[in-house]
């Protein structure tokens, strides 16, 4: 029974390297395919700049969890430049942001200011946007000053230039 072992095995050791020396032979004997992956990918996104977002937009933040999901709404008039922008929102409250952008994203940070969600409350938020058909469209992140841990909230923000 010694035997018969030993022969399966050499006969599968035997098999076992005429296979490999064969796909080893083969895979050098082959021309490589040209690589198609670069052509194939996509253009990246151009940068975005400030005056391609210059206009009024008219933008509804919504809180993206919770029971409360009205919409914050204002209007953001952008400049070609960084100076001089502002949030105006339904109450009349003016807000001037700090702007600027970074690859395809734009930025704006403004704050404290008095909250349109919270009566009586101090907020800062920071808006990460980018353009997709034509509608500035990210997130907005609320920081508002409570007396106890930071209260946040996540909104969706998307705004559509005004005609």
Request: aromatic letters at 6%; a positive charge; proline letters at 6%.
């Amino acid at each position: 029974m010694h035997a018969i072992t030993r022969v399966a095995l050499a006969y599968t050791t035997t098999l076992l390297l005429v296979s490999c020396a064969k796909k080893e032979q083969a895979s050098t004997d082959s021309v490589a395919a040209p690589d198609t992956t670069s052509a194939m990918a996509p253009s990246p996104t151009p940068a975005l700049a400030l005056a391609d977002v210059a206009g009024k937009w008219n933008f509804r933040n919504v809180p993206e969890v919770g029971n409360d999901t009205t919409p914050t709404e204002f209007v953001l008039d952008a400049k070609p430049d960084s100076a001089a922008w502002t949030i105006t929102f339904k109450s009349g409250l003016k807000v001037t942001p700090t702007v600027r952008t970074a690859g395809d994203t734009l930025y704006l940070k403004a704050g404290p200011f008095a909250s349109q969600r919270r009566k009586a409350v101090k907020v800062n938020t920071e808006m990460a946007l980018r353009m997709e058909n034509g509608k500035l469209v990210g997130r907005t992140t609320a920081h508002y000053d409570t007396k106890g841990a930071d209260s946040v909230i996540m909104l969706r923000s998307e705004g559509t230039k005004a005609p």
